[in-house]
């Protein structure tokens, strides 16, 4: 990494509990590519000011977590329609002070559903109906996935999540199992209250297919490991960190790096 310097171009994540994935990652593709950036992970305690702060300083990229996802939206100029059309935000570039806001989630999960091979016939359960949840919601349905169940305690956002995209919402656990299951919820995150938190009930992981868990960090969570210990093939929090990860650094810097460079980086963030 260069030595701090006055023509550094900056560029940061705004999450409740940062963790050093987008870091390592980031910076090690700088190093690299010899690029003449910086990466660095903040919790912010006002989060309209801190995106005043990525529009007032300069600030190149902003990558946007839980729970700001949907919080940023009043804060940006422009939408692209990644993110306009789930009304969720994790990434926001920054050209010449014009905040313009896409969606990466979406993009990982889009791709990790693929290169998995999950077909569209399955049912599915997703836990949660955050900007997470919305950005996973409309990669099922966008894959031709139709028999597919929203869990979410509150009504309005569950309800309205699953109504959107033609699904089906239920305010917890109380039926059948389901073939493909999804925890977007923060169930089992490092840091937070519910780490050792099972995010699907045993049984229902045993019926299950497959195990899909978003949260990144640690990347085998109680939902991973039981599932691995079941047999159950399964697509992790940190797969999804690096895609999305990707996607954002070729909209702050304009290069897409080579697989391999990727893998090193990836490699890297990994080795924490």
């Known amino acids: 990494m260069p030595i701090l310097n006055k023509d550094m171009t900056l560029c940061i994540s705004l999450s409740a509990r940062p963790s050093n994935n987008g870091t390592r990652f980031h910076n090690h593709l700088y190093e690299q590519l010899d690029l003449n950036w910086i990466y660095k992970a903040f919790a912010p305690t006002n989060l309209e000011q801190a995106i005043a702060g990525v529009r007032g300083l300069g600030i190149r990229g902003c990558a946007v977590s839980m729970p700001y996802k949907e919080d940023v939206i009043a804060l940006v100029d422009e939408m692209d329609p990644s993110a306009q059309a789930i009304d969720s935000v994790n990434t926001i570039v920054n050209t010449d002070g014009h905040l313009k806001a896409y969606n990466t989630d979406y993009t990982a999960i889009e791709q990790l559903l693929a290169s998995n091979e999950v077909p569209a016939s399955y049912s599915v359960l997703v836990q949660g109906a955050g900007g997470m949840a919305k950005a996973t919601v409309a990669a099922l349905r966008d894959a031709g996935f139709t028999d597919v169940t929203v869990l979410a305690r509150n009504e309005t956002t569950g309800h309205a999540l699953a109504d959107q995209y033609g699904f089906q919402w239920r305010p917890e656990l109380d039926g059948g199992p389901a ?62 960190a690096t895609i999305q990860a990707l996607e954002q650094f070729v909209l702050y810097t304009g290069v897409r790096p080579t697989p391999e460079q990727v893998r090193a980086a990836e490699e890297f963030m990994r080795a924490q």
Not at 208 to 217: Q, S
């Open 179 to 240: 073939d493909l299951i999804i925890n977007v919820t923060p169930l089992g995150m490092a840091g937070g209250p519910d780490v050792d938190t099972l995010a699907f009930p045993q049984e229902t992981i045993d019926a299950a297919r497959v195990v899909f868990d978003v949260v990144a960090l640690p990347a085998e969570t109680p939902l991973i490991k039981a599932a691995r210990a079941a047999g159950k093939p399964v697509i992790t929090g940190a797969e999804v």
